[in-house]
C-alpha cells in the first residue's frame, strides 16, 4: 500500500482503540506553535520505510509532572495518557532522511487537532520539520498519515501487564500481536531506558506501510529482556 492508497482510507478507523490511550484528553482553545531551528545536516535520501515512534507517556512524565513545557501532556489537567506518538519518521538504507527544505509550518489549527495524538504542540511542530518534510510536501498530509496509522492500531491492557511477575520485552511483543493481527514479532520495537523500564514501542513498516522487520537500531530490546512499566501512580 502505498502513501496515495494509504491517505485514500483515512477515514477507516476512526473511533479505535487508540483513542482509549488519551483518558478523557481535553484540548485547550488556544495553541501556540513554536518555530523550529534546524538542528544537525539536511539529508535527503531515498524513502524505504517508515517507523511510528510512540512514547510510553507515564514514564516519559516522570519528574515533569510541574513542568510548564510538558503542561498538556504530563499535569493531569488535560487528561491522562498512555501510549503517545512521538513521530512518524521515515527510513532510508542505514540511515534516514531528516531536516529537508521546507517553508510550511504547523498551524495552531493543525496542532491543536492532533494534541490527543501527540500531546505537545512544540513536538509536532519539530517533527513536521525534521521528519515529515522528508516525506510530503505539507503537514497535513504528514499528520493525515500519522493518524491513519495511529488509528488502526490497538494496544495491550499495558497496567495489568505492568503487574506481571517476570514481564519480558518477548511478553510486550507477544500481546501487541494478539491485539494486532497481521504484525509479526519482529517489526515491533521495544525500547527501554538503562534500568529496564519501558519508553517506546518503534513500530517498522516497509515502503508499501507493511509492518516489516526492525533493523537492531530500531528493534531494541530482545525478547528476554526484563522490562518494568511505570504506570504513573
Not at 488556544?30 to 510510553?56: H, I, M
Request: contains cysteine; proline residues 6%; glycine residues 10%.
Amino acid at each position: 500500500m502505498r502513501l496515495a492508497a494509504l491517505l485514500a482510507l483515512g477515514v477507516l478507523g476512526a473511533g479505535s482503540a487508540a483513542h482509549a490511550q488519551a483518558y478523557q484528553c481535553q484540548v485547550p482553545r488556544a495553541v501556540s506553535v513554536p518555530d523550529v531551528a534546524r538542528e544537525g545536516p539536511a539529508r535527503q535520501v531515498p524513502v524505504r520505510g517508515y517507523t511510528l515512534a510512540l512514547s510510553w507517556s507515564p514514564e516519559f512524565c516522570k519528574g515533569r509532572e510541574g513542568r510548564a513545557a510538558q503542561r498538556m501532556q504530563c499535569s493531569g489537567r488535560n487528561g491522562r495518557f498512555g501510549f503517545v506518538v512521538h513521530g512518524l519518521w521515515p527510513e532510508g538504507h542505514r540511515t534516514w532522511p531528516q531536516w529537508c527544505p521546507t517553508a510550511r509550518k504547523v498551524s495552531p489549527a493543525e496542532a491543536r487537532r492532533n494534541l490527543c495524538m501527540i500531546p505537545s504542540a512544540p513536538l509536532a511542530a519539530r517533527q513536521w520539520v525534521k521528519h515529515g518534510s522528508c516525506m510530503v510536501a505539507r503537514p497535513e498530509t504528514y499528520f493525515k498519515v500519522t493518524r491513519i496509522l495511529w488509528h488502526s492500531l490497538r494496544f495491550p491492557d499495558m497496567d495489568r501487564l505492568s503487574r506481571q511477575e517476570g514481564l519480558t520485552a518477548g511478553a510486550i511483543r507477544e500481546h501487541f500481536l494478539l491485539a494486532n493481527r497481521g504484525w509479526r514479532a519482529d517489526a515491533v520495537g521495544v525500547h527501554l531506558d538503562g534500568r529496564g523500564w519501558l519508553e517506546e514501542l518503534r513500530l517498522c513498516y516497509g515502503k508499501d506501510f507493511r509492518p516489516t522487520k526492525c533493523d537492531a537500531r530500531r528493534y531494541g530490546a530482545k525478547d528476554a529482556a526484563p522490562v518494568k512499566v511505570w504506570r504513573g501512580l
